[in-house]
């Protein structure tokens, strides 16, 4: 009989095809307890979701009912695209009859949806953005699916979720979709980041970069200048800074998740600072800059509020909205150096003119 070698040694493809997410989670963990199981099993039905969603994204303009508008305001006030009625359903109907998440926390929903269930044993949370950058979706161009997952804490009788009106340390995985020209899931359960590309022809996301490290600098600055009339002083410094000196380039595609995963790759920085008519800025803080700041210091970036690093932000309130300034660790401390800047001089001029 011939000696039947490792098969991976015959089909070197054959493991890579092998490693999906929910395996990785499990080597990632380096157990096959009940935790370990449970997160894999919650990994591998986010990865369901964007499944079914890239699929949909892929025929929108074939199929009725998939582009547009559905006519309804959010509960951010923003007018409703009928993806991310569709995206919001599908984490929903995914996670029924799993026993493992009993709450969702969605963008797109005022207040937490419950599994019951799922309940009595599910202590898991999902806080998810389901469709970021739906201003891209008729035009064809990149969008996103934000997620964090967070324990739940006590039993939340009043289905207030005040358990999870808490900073960003307390996520114990984050990740993002990114439906581009090929769908990628990017995650982090804080043992470094790392990537899967759906395989079309499997029906599986396989891994495709592990432990990615963002550089220390890059030449990225990720921002919408036609918010500059409305942003602080010192935000305008840094923008006029990057303007007057060799070495910048702009890149902004109006979609987060888009901007991130280029800035997680190759670099730099992107901003959402806070504007007049948003002081605390237009992102929300649980689903989606809490989990990119999970993961972006994962990869060795850091992100920053201006003045506080996101993942100390504690919400009052589950869509609460957070300033974002966010990558490579030097152009995140240059931003952050220009507002301390104008705080120094701000100071020095409410000073009694004699003490100065
Ligand atoms: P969402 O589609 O989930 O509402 O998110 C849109 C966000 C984010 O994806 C993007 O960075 C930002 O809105 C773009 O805002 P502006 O159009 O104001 O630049
Ligand atoms: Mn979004
Ligand atoms: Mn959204």
Redesign the pocket.
């Known amino acids: 009989m011939a000696d039947i070698k490792e098969p991976s040694s015959q089909v070197p493809s054959l493991d890579r095809d092998c490693t999906t997410l929910s395996r990785h989670v499990l080597q990632q963990l380096q157990s096959f307890g009940p935790d370990a199981q449970d997160l894999s099993a919650i990994m591998n039905r986010i990865a369901l979701a964007a499944k079914l969603i890239s699929r949909r994204l892929s025929r929108a303009g074939l199929l009725e009912g998939v582009l547009g508008f559905t006519g309804e305001v959010n509960v951010?006030g923003?007018s409703v695209k009928k993806m991310d009625v569709y995206a919001n359903e599908v984490f929903i109907s995914v996670f029924k009859q799993s026993g493992l998440v009993c709450r969702l926390a969605s963008?797109e929903m005022d207040k937490p949806y419950y599994i019951p269930e799922n309940c009595p044993i599910g202590r898991y949370t999902l806080l998810y953005?389901p469709?970021?950058?739906?201003?891209n979706l008729d035009i064809n161009l990149n969008l996103g699916s934000i997620f964090a997952i967070r324990q739940q804490e006590g039993n939340d009788e009043d289905g207030e979720a005040l358990d999870l009106l808490q900073n960003g340390r307390k996520q114990i995985a984050a990740g993002y979709v990114l439906y581009g020209p090929s769908t990628m899931l990017v995650y982090s359960i804080g043992k470094g980041v790392h990537s899967f590309t759906l395989d079309p022809s499997l029906g599986e996301f396989i891994l495709s970069s592990e432990n990615i490290t963002t550089p220390t600098h890059g030449s990225i600055y990720s921002v919408?200048e036609g918010?500059f009339w409305q942003w602080d002083e010192s935000i305008r410094d840094y923008i006029r800074y990057v303007h007057r000196h060799e070495g910048y380039t702009a890149r902004y595609g109006?979609?987060?998740?888009g901007?991130f995963h280029r800035i997680l790759f190759q670099g730099g920085v992107f901003l959402?600072p806070g504007t007049l008519k948003k002081p605390e800025g237009?992102?929300r803080l649980l689903y989606e800059t809490a989990p990119l700041a999970f993961l972006m210091e994962q990869a060795g970036g850091r992100a920053s509020t201006g003045t506080q690093d996101i993942l100390d932000v504690v919400p009052d309130k589950i869509h609460a909205r957070s300033p974002l300034i966010i990558g490579s660790t030097e152009d995140v401390a240059m931003v952050e150096s220009f507002i301390h800047e104008r705080a120094r001089e701000e100071a020095l001029k409410a000073q009694p003119s004699a003490v100065r």
């Open positions: 951010q923003e963008e953005d469709i970021d950058g739906s201003s919408n918010n109006g979609a987060l998740v901007d959402y237009k992102l």
